[in-house]
């Protein structure tokens, strides 16, 4: 199984090493020819508006979200979650997206979180994160924080988290990923 990290801009090596460690081969992206043969994408975080400035520059954009709609695996963390959820980028979650959410304050921060089904927390690290402020069918929210911001979502293969799931050594959510919508879709595909 192969899932390829965006490697334009921000933390892709976090990535690609905990996606080695899941048993998966991890490789990055920087341009077109880099898709093929993939079976799902990973989109880091980093700057959002940096990140799609380049993913246009390098003839990204169109290819990424035609995957989106086609039912490619896609996990964006961070700015990958405001990318795959803003219309006018990869449009692949139904939901408003509040940048930069947490403000000032709370720049960064560290707090266990309760995702649904799983029976133990998982340790999430924000990082001038944003959230979705609501999401609607079909996407549907797997973390909401007490005070009502949704910060992890999945619309079909499509994933998304506020926080950083790749500075932890807890390979759930990529394992999640890889089991729940890499492996199903290639097994349809074969
Ligand atoms: N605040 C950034 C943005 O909106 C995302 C931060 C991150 O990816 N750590 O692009």
Redesign the pocket.
Known sequence: MKIGVLALQ?AASEHLDILTACGVTARPVKEQPDLTGLDGLVIP?????T?RKLLVREQLLSPIKALVQQGFPIFG????L?LLAQPESLDGLNGTVV??GFGRQRESFETALTVKGWSKPYHGIF????YLSEVNQPAEALVTLTDGQIVAAQQGNVLVTSF?PELTLDKRFHQYFIDQMVAKRSDQVS
């Open positions: 921000g975080g980093g700057e959002s508006t990140m963390t961070c700015a990958g405001v940048r930069n990082i001038r994160a944003p950083h």
